[in-house]
C-alpha cells in the first residue's frame, strides 16, 4: 500500500504523516508537490496539516486553485482514498469535494488542545478497525474549526450516516461543552457520498505511536491499511 502525502506551500504535517504511515505504520509513502497534474500509483492520498499559501483570504481557498487539485479531483472521483487533516479538511470543503464551509472558531483564538470525539460510524476504508460509539482523545490545533453546514446538508449528512467524528467528552456525550470551536452539531469529521473521502479537523497523525503517549489515532491510519489490503 503506498500513500501520497500532497505538499502545499505552507504545509507544516507532511512529515509528520509520511512519519505515521512509512515508519510507524510500514507502509510506503511519498510527498507529491502542489504543481504535480498527475498522481499515479497511489492507494490513499492525504492533504495535511499547515497554512497552505498561507492561507491569506480564507482558509484553502487558494489551495483550491492548485495544479495538483484536478488530480486529486479525478482520483477521489475514481474510487481513490482522500484524507484531509486539518487545513487538509479546510481545502476539500473549498473545493467541494465535502460539502459545507469552515468558520472561525467560535471563541475568535487559536486554540491547541486534545479533544475527545465520538466515533459515529465504523462503516467506512476510515474507521473499520475502530467501534461505532468509541471514544478517542486527539489533538485540535486551528483557528478555522467551527464547521458550518445548513440545515438540509446536516440532514443528509445525517440520513446518510456521513457523520463520523463528533466531539464529545471522554464518555462520548456530544454537547455545546464538549464543543471547542462552534461546530454544528459538534461535528469533527465527515465522508463524501461514496465514503472514499474523509475530512476532520483533529490530527490522528499527532497521536499514533506509543511514544507521544497516546496512540488513538492509529486506529484510523489502520483501517486504511485494512481495507487497501
Not at 477521489?76 to 460539502?99: D, R
Not at 478497525?129 to 464547521?147: F, K
Not at 463520523?164 to 467528552?169: A, T
Not at 497516546?214 to 483501517?223: K, L, P, Q, T
Request: aromatic share 10%; charged share 25%.
Amino acid at each position: 500500500m503506498r500513500f501520497g502525502i500532497v505538499v502545499f506551500p505552507g504545509s507544516n504535517c507532511d512529515h509528520d504523516c509520511y512519519h505515521v504511515t512509512r515508519h510507524v505504520l510500514g507502509g510506503e509513502a511519498e510527498f507529491i508537490w502542489h504543481k504535480e497534474e498527475k498522481i499515479t500509483g497511489i492507494d490513499c492520498l492525504i492533504l495535511p496539516g499547515g497554512f497552505s499559501y498561507g492561507d491569506y483570504l480564507r482558509t484553502g481557498a487558494i489551495a483550491k486553485f492548485s495544479p495538483v487539485m484536478k488530480a486529486v479531483r479525478d482520483f477521489a472521483e475514481g474510487g481513490g482514498l482522500v484524507f484531509g487533516i486539518c487545513n487538509g479538511f479546510q481545502i476539500l470543503l473549498e473545493s467541494g469535494l465535502l460539502p459545507g464551509a469552515m468558520k472561525r472558531n467560535e471563541s475568535l483564538k487559536f486554540i491547541c488542545k486534545d479533544v475527545w470525539l465520538r466515533t459515529e460510524s465504523s462503516e467506512t476504508p476510515f474507521t473499520n478497525q475502530l467501534e461505532a460509539g468509541e471514544v478517542l482523545r486527539i489533538p485540535i490545533a486551528h483557528a478555522d474549526g467551527n464547521y458550518y453546514a445548513d440545515a438540509e446538508t446536516l440532514a443528509r449528512l445525517n440520513e446518510e450516516d456521513r457523520v463520523l467524528f463528533r466531539y464529545s467528552d471522554p464518555y462520548g456525550k456530544t454537547d455545546a461543552s464538549a464543543n471547542p470551536n462552534g461546530s454544528r452539531e459538534n461535528i469533527a469529521g465527515i465522508v463524501n457520498e461514496k465514503r472514499n473521502v474523509l475530512g476532520m479537523m483533529p490530527h490522528p497523525e499527532r497521536c499514533a505511536e506509543a511514544i507521544l503517549g497516546n496512540e488513538d489515532g492509529r486506529g484510523i491510519f489502520e483501517s486504511i491499511l485494512h481495507h487497501v489490503q
